[in-house]
């Protein structure tokens, strides 16, 4: 059974940071794409960094615009585990955070990002920005 468990949220003040995790199992982590996306109260779903399959010996990275220089995406193989560092925390970024998994996923651009060809989510972590 595949499942993604999101954890790391909470309460920090503009400007701090938090690191996501979201750990895998069920499933050959090297053939999904991952991505990570967030969802505030009153807004549509938003993407925020994918991976690509890591199956390959070249792989892509999209971060969306809103995150481009603050949030890193990073990947640990042998604990299957995907990571979110998140710098420079901004009131805006407050959201439940979500990550997705994607077979075959691997390509350029925002394509790689689209919500809808990830088929496996996690519950989510709330992440919270406030003084």
């Known amino acids: 059974q595949l499942q993604l468990v999101e954890s790391g949220g909470g309460l920090v003040q503009p400007g701090g940071s938090l690191r996501l995790s979201c750990a895998t199992s069920g499933f050959t982590f090297a053939y999904y794409g991952i991505g990570w996306f967030r969802q505030a109260p009153g807004k549509e779903r938003e993407e925020i960094s994918c991976?690509?399959?890591?199956?390959?010996?070249?792989?892509?990275?999209y971060y969306a615009d809103s995150v481009k220089g603050r949030f890193t995406i990073s990947k640990d193989n042998a604990e299957n585990t995907v990571y979110l560092q998140m710098n420079n925390l901004k009131p805006e970024d407050t959201a439940v955070y979500y990550c997705?998994?994607?077979?075959?996923?691997?390509?350029?651009?925002?394509?790689?990002?689209?919500?809808?060809?990830?088929?496996?989510w996690g519950q989510g972590t709330q992440v919270t920005v406030s003084s």
């Open positions: 997705a998994a994607g077979l075959g996923l691997r390509s350029a651009g925002r394509s790689l990002c689209v919500p809808d060809r990830f088929g496996y």
């Open positions: 991976l690509s399959r890591s199956d390959y010996s070249t792989y892509y990275t």
